[in-house]
């Protein structure tokens, strides 16, 4: 786990809520505050769709951050700044299998439960926090090493400047 402050948080968050280069990741979770506080929760509620708009949008569990970004940026956008903002984004299934396999990491893809990328604006400060879980017991932490140079690596190649906290 590693924290990352951004340095330049109107780049950060034009990115994040207009660009398309966090569109890959799953949402997990949403919340914003403005004149209140607006919660989301990622998971896809199958029963809101008809069983051919499931095979045909091929859902899975969570949201991808494409389909929740626009939700999320009608909320902040505006004349104000938001009091604060928490989203927690993950890393597909797939995305995750090819992470496992491409750095040779000792985990079966069943093993990893998400890799995940937690971003936090509070009091004029932006950070971007990285994330790991695993569904057994390991002292190795090759893992949480090669997902926190990974997403050091995003941010650079996506030209989001930061600084390690």
């Known amino acids: ?8 948080i109107r780049t950060f968050t034009s990115k994040l809520f207009v660009g398309e280069i966090f569109d890959q ?10 004149f209140n506080t607006f919660t989301i929760d990622g998971t ?27 939700f999320c940026f009608s909320l902040i ?12 984004l993950q890393m597909s ?16 893809p069943d093993q990893v439960k998400g890799l995940y990328l937690n971003i936090r604006y509070e009091e004029d400060k932006l950070s ?13 932490k090759t893992l949480d090493e090669e997902w926190d140079q990974a997403m050091k690596g995003f941010l650079k190649r996506n030209e989001i400047p930061f600084l390690e906290e």
């Open 77 to 88: 956008k505006g004349k104000r700044l938001p009091v604060s903002f928490r989203i927690i």
């Open 1 to 8: 786990m590693t924290a990352l402050k951004i340095e330049e």
């Open 44 to 70: 896809i509620r199958t029963a809101y769709y008809s069983k051919d708009e499931q095979e045909e949008m091929n859902l899975g569990q969570l949201s991808t951050w494409a389909m929740m970004k626009p």
């Open 128 to 140: 971007c926090v990285t994330g790991t879980s695993v569904s057994i017991f390991t002292l190795d």
């Open 25 to 34: 990741f799953l949402a997990k979770e949403a919340v914003i505050a403005t």
């Open 93 to 108: 299934k797939e995305g995750t299998e090819r992470f496992l396999a491409s750095r040779q990491i000792p985990l079966a």
